[in-house]
């Protein structure tokens, strides 16, 4: 039986848990075993307990749940070469050469190097004497598929990424509450949200929430002219009527020269046209909770098709990311995702804006 590995790596997104429930399942019923990795690469590095089987009954429930059972780290060892020789050793010594992990870009870059090491690293295995040559007879490759779980729906050549509807989902609940505050005491909130250099989050809640303004990396605004900008919407929305004033600000609020932006600097423009105004940083709470209808259905059909993928690979196929492309679930490159999210990055410090949004879903293009 083919044995096959789940992860959960980098930052928690709900909708992590179906992917495992969907992995493992999907996995047995085509007649594999499934192995949870726990505590992300570090479940690898580690081994032991912490690269445990997993039954059909044992992910029983985690359809809706938020963040992920089987936790997540940043485990530094996994960045070393010697923490993937331990990571390939207890993968060898349970019989697993197949790993499909959940995470963001850094997550699945580090899954793409270590299969491309992978022949390597069990000759090293080999040559140390760590392991025996006839013991890694059977595990000279390494299959990797890649899941995309971010509540920032930062990745390219992916519509949505797993979480990311879940934490829209529960800022506009929050930004709820908020607004019949605001509008009872006619205030002005400056609600500031996640998605570091990602302004997809604050673009959504803009858009969900009717803001008055909101702050995006890959659309800053003109350097010497927003504060004024900003308080001239504002003065006008209040004058035609509107009791409540919001206005959105991604954690990676920049201006088009690369200055950061931030909730305090809003707050005062604000201010200075007379409004009563309070700064709420939703924090954490956007990473909580359940995950939403889409998620789950994400996970699930992402899962599934993470286990076709695993037994379709070839020692030639490059490894795949499972993406969502106009409500269809494909697969992509994995290095070509992860070059161009990088790339998105690099434009944005570049100042090339209009490049950046070329490779950000399609919301940004709208
Ligand atoms: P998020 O978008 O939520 O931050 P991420 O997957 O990008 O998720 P990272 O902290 O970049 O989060 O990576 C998670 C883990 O993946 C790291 O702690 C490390 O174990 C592994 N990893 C990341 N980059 C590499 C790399 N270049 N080589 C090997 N492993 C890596």
């Excluded at 599934?304 to 030639?316: D, G, K, Q, R, Y």
Aim: glycine share 10%; net charge neutral; charged share 25%.
């Amino acid at each position: 039986k083919k044995r096959i590995a789940v992860l959960t790596s980098g930052g928690d997104a709900q909708g992590m848990c179906a992917v495992v429930r969907s992995v493992v399942r999907a996995g047995i019923y085509l007649n594999c075993e499934v192995f949870g990795c726990y505590e992300g690469y570090s479940g690898l590095v580690k081994g032991g307990d912490l690269l445990k089987k997993l039954e059909w009954g044992d992910v029983r429930g985690w359809l809706s749940l938020g963040g992920t059972l089987i936790g997540t780290a940043r485990c530094m060892e996994f960045k070393e070469r010697e923490g993937r020789l331990l990571a390939a050793k207890n993968m060898i010594l349970k019989g697993i050469d197949a790993l499909v992990v959940c995470g963001g870009d850094g997550s699945l870059t580090g899954a793409d190097l270590f299969r491309s090491e992978w022949p390597s690293l069990v000759e090293e295995l080999i040559e140390k004497n760590i392991l025996t040559k006839e013991a890694c007879e059977n595990y000279r490759n390494l299959t990797i598929v890649g899941l995309v779980g971010s509540i920032d729906n930062d990745m390219s050549l992916t519509d949505t990424t797993i979480g990311a509807f879940s934490s829209l989902e529960r800022i506009c609940e929050m930004v709820d509450y908020i607004d019949s505050t605001a509008a009872s005491h006619s205030r002005a909130f400056v609600v500031e949200v996640m998605g570091r250099n990602c302004g997809w989050l604050a673009l959504m809640a803009g858009i969900c929430c009717g803001a008055d303004y909101s702050f995006l990396p890959e659309i800053p605004p003109n350097s010497l002219t927003w504060k004024d900008e900003l308080k001239e919407i504002c003065k006008r929305h209040k004058e035609k009527g509107r009791r409540k004033t919001t206005v959105i600000v991604a954690e990676g609020a920049i201006d088009n020269e690369l200055n950061k932006i931030t909730s305090e600097e809003v707050k005062d423009c604000l201010v200075e046209i007379g409004l009563d105004t309070r700064i709420t940083t939703l924090g954490h709470v956007q990473r909580g909770g359940t995950a939403v209808a889409i998620d789950r259905c994400l996970s699930t059909l992402q899962g599934v098709e993470a286990i076709n993928a695993v037994l379709e690979n070839t020692p030639t196929t490059p490894s795949p990311m499972i993406a969502i492309q106009n409500n269809r679930i494909v697969r992509v490159p994995l290095v070509d995702a992860v070059s161009k999210t990088k790339y998105i990055a690099q434009c944005i410090k570049e100042k090339k804006f209009e490049e950046a949004i070329k490779y950000r879903d399609s919301t940004f293009k709208e």
